[in-house]
């Protein structure tokens, strides 16, 4: 291939009808979710937490929400032997030490991942090639979502029909560290 980068990057070198001929000689093929097939409108992922911020009416929320997930990870990597934290782990963490008052931002977080999201052009046409000729795909993540909130933002995003999304959090290791990736393979 003539770059070293993301899939996404990729439009910059190929066609998306170029880039899919090639993954079509692959048994199967994985993607990930964010910053491949779909995009968030920022520069940073954190950037949501203004908006969740502003929609929570809570002043200081990104910083709240930033170091609420860094301690959870911590706790996380002391009680289980890893930072494979959900959602659900940050709010914990917010409520136990900050109060009630961050309950509703869990929502306002998540309907705003769901709103401002949107599928990566070039890896849409390549999806729908590698779909159209019946190669077997699965999306993986490193990510604190859910895995039945993955699946509805990659379903509105017009990924569907993957083999299986294997999301860091539900198995207790990451791409980062390889473990999610023995898991995939099975």
Request: charged residues 30%.
């Amino acid at each position: 291939m003539c770059c070293k980068s993301s899939e996404s990057a990729l439009n910059l070198c190929e066609t998306p009808e170029s880039f899919a001929e090639k993954l079509c000689s692959f048994d199967a093929v994985s993607f990930d979710v964010f910053d491949t097939l779909i995009y968030r409108p920022f520069s940073h992922p954190a950037d949501l937490f203004y908006i969740v911020g502003a929609e929570a009416e809570i002043l200081d929320f990104p910083e709240i929400r930033q170091y609420s997930e860094k301690k959870a990870r911590e706790k996380k990597l002391k009680t289980d032997g890893n930072t494979e934290i959900n959602l659900d782990d940050i709010y914990d963490y917010m409520g136990q030490y900050a109060g009630s008052i961050y309950s509703h931002a869990k929502n306002k977080e998540l309907e705003a991942e769901y709103n401002l999201c949107f599928a990566n052009p070039y890896m849409k046409r390549v999806w729908e090639i590698l779909r159209e000729k019946n190669i077997p795909v699965v999306v993986t993540s490193d990510m604190y979502l859910k895995n039945d909130f993955l699946e509805k933002l990659l379903q509105k995003n017009g990924f569907s029909g993957y083999k299986k999304l294997f999301v860091s959090n539900e198995y207790g290791c990451s791409k980062n560290d390889g473990g999610l990736y023995k898991v995939v393979k099975g």
